[in-house]
């Protein structure tokens, strides 16, 4: 008998899957809402210019490539350490964050997660409801019990702040709290600073531990605006996660380019920390790739293509800002039943459009427009030319 007559097959993944099905769609105006990817006007993921002129660089200087250290490109690290908590952060001055480099956010998700079995193995892992699909499973998969505490509110199609602090109260004292630090992925629903600071005091009442993912830094309303939790939790006292990523913001998507940043009482603690996220790292992936993180490096420590990328980062974001509002005023203009000006006040690649999985299901069977079954569509998949297009649709399935 075969060693692997008793596998079975695992559940399809219900993104890649719906993508799997987009491509086989022969329909020409089909629309793929499913992805968390920013395409361009044009429909393409774009290659930033500021990463062009660093590859190239990095391209002449015929660099070595060797090994990396363990925790990564220093010089990597430490940037990404001032993009998440600002150049004069007395955190930093203090030593007292440590920084690896990652295999994206995902990477460094699971990295602080192996590391956390390790340190609270009993905890309770807690996540929004609703939340990025992999949180649950990478939780799981560390060995933690993964619990929901309240976030979105169907009725207002905003946060259910109240049933949120309730959660969160009510979950065992020193549970991993893990919260979208800015452009919520699946809603859109974002905290307001007064949120924020209402959650971070249940936090520090419970003495959970906050695990802040920030995987659109610059894609809400700027990479300082968009880095208001994790200095907020920065200025607390406490100590935290946070797993950081430049898919997005760099368009790097598959470079696999991230950070986990450790938030720790001293500087002698940080290196007993490093020294055991180290070990984490070693026995997965031993260290990480040099491409993606040199590029990063290289335009965030250079003055001009820092600019350069500041600039490019402002047009996805105001982009991303223009197809709401252009997707809200078509909407109105076709005569929905629905208000959707929700959708302006909402941040980040995401909406949830309210729309229900029959509806997703008639977009998808009569007009080839695919999204997310929960009604989650990306926003940054839209552009002129299939605007009016999926907005008659969603009129048509209301
Ligand atoms: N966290 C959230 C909330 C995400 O939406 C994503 C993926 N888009 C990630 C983490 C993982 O990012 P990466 O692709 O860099 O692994």
């Not at 619990?147 to 949120?164: I, K, R, V, W």
């Not at 946070?242 to 986990?260: H, I, N, Q």
């Not at 008639?362 to 605007?387: P, Q």
């Amino acid at each position: 008998m075969s060693l692997f007559s008793a596998v079975e097959m695992a559940p399809r993944d219900p993104i890649l899957g719906l993508n799997e099905a987009f491509n086989a769609d022969p329909r020409p105006n089909k629309v793929n809402l499913g992805v968390g990817v920013y395409f361009t006007e044009e429909g393409r993921i774009p290659l930033l210019r500021a990463v062009v002129e660093a590859e190239k660089a990095r391209l002449e200087a015929r660099a070595p490539r060797g090994y990396l250290p363990i925790e990564g490109i220093a010089a990597y690290d430490s940037a990404v350490q001032k993009l998440l908590f600002g150049e004069d952060s007395p955190l930093l001055a203090e030593g007292r964050v440590v920084t690896t480099q990652s295999l994206g956010g995902t990477g460094a998700l699971k990295t602080g997660a192996d590391f956390l079995k390790r340190l609270l193995p009993d905890a309770v892992v807690a996540i929004s409801n609703p939340s990025w699909e992999n949180h649950r499973a990478l939780f799981e998969s560390a060995g933690f019990q993964v619990e929901n505490y309240s976030y979105y509110d169907a009725a207002t199609q905003g946060l259910n702040l109240a049933g949120m602090l309730a959660d969160l109260r009510a979950l065992p004292a020193r549970s991993i709290v893990v919260l979208h630090a800015c452009c919520h992925n699946p809603t859109g629903v974002d905290l307001s600073s007064a949120d924020w600071q209402q959650v971070l005091e249940v936090v520090r009442e419970r003495d959970h531990v906050p695990f802040l993912d920030i995987a659109y830094q610059g894609f809400g309303d700027g990479i300082v605006e968009d880095a208001e939790a994790v200095r907020l939790f920065a200025d607390s006292g406490l100590q935290f996660f946070v797993s950081s990523s430049f898919s997005k913001s760099f368009s790097l998507y598959g470079e696999r380019v991230g950070a986990l940043s450790i938030v720790t009482a001293s500087k002698e603690e940080a290196g007993r920390v490093l020294s055991q996220v180290k070990r984490v790292i070693r026995t997965n992936y031993s260290n990480p790739p040099t491409h993606g993180a040199s590029v990063v490096a290289a335009v965030l420590n250079s003055p001009e293509l820092r600019a350069l990328w500041e600039e490019e980062l402002g047009e996805m974001r105001q982009r991303i800002k223009q197809l709401r509002n252009g997707m809200v005023e078509q909407l109105a203009a076709l005569g929905a039943k629905r208000d959707f000006s929700f959708v302006n006040a909402q941040r980040g690649m995401f909406s949830y459009s309210g729309l229900t999985g029959d509806q997703v299901e008639r977009l998808k069977n009569e007009f080839g427009i695919y999204a997310v079954g929960t009604g989650r569509i990306c926003v940054a998949a839209l552009n002129s030319k299939n605007l009016e297009v999926v907005s008659r649709a969603i009129v048509e399935v209301l």
